[in-house]
Nanobody, 120 residues
Framework: VQLQASGGGLVQAGGSLRLSCAAS????????MAWYRQAPGKQRELVAS???????NYADSVKGRFTISTNNAKNTVYLQMNSLKPGDTAVYYC???????????????WGQGTQVTVSS
């Protein structure tokens, strides 16, 4: 299984970016998909998650600005980031629980990370 993240970049404060993360390989089922971020000198933190049933959860710092969504047919999770702030600058990682068998035993996978830099 591989997770390929893309969409990061440099944007001015108030701008928008859309991150994508596509899972590929032998996938039977996907459970929770999420985005985390890690700023320099800080711990990795949960930004947003979405369950297989569509329930979403957001960090307080991004509520109302970020939206997580999925395309289940493409095994892809997205993070639409609007009204970006310099404090959103970080490496963003996708995180997905994947089962590769009909026993539905899920393993946690991480994407490679994509840099988001917001200038003031």
């Amino acid at each position: 299984v591989q997770l390929q993240a893309s969409g990061g970049g440099l944007v001015q404060a108030g701008g928008s970016l859309r991150l994508s993360c596509a899972a590929s390989g032998n996938i039977v089922s996907i459970n929770t998909m999420a985005w985390y971020r890690q700023a320099p000198g800080k711990q990795r933190e949960l930004v947003a998650s979405i369950s297989s049933g569509g329930t979403t959860n957001y960090a307080d710092s991004v509520k109302g600005r970020f939206t997580i969504s999925t395309n289940n047919a493409k095994n892809t999770v997205y993070l639409q980031m609007n009204s970006l702030k310099p404090g959103d600058t970080a490496v963003y990682y996708c995180n997905v629980y994947i089962s590769q068998s009909s026993t539905y035993t899920y393993t946690n996978y991480w994407g490679q990370g994509t840099q988001v830099t917001v200038s003031s």
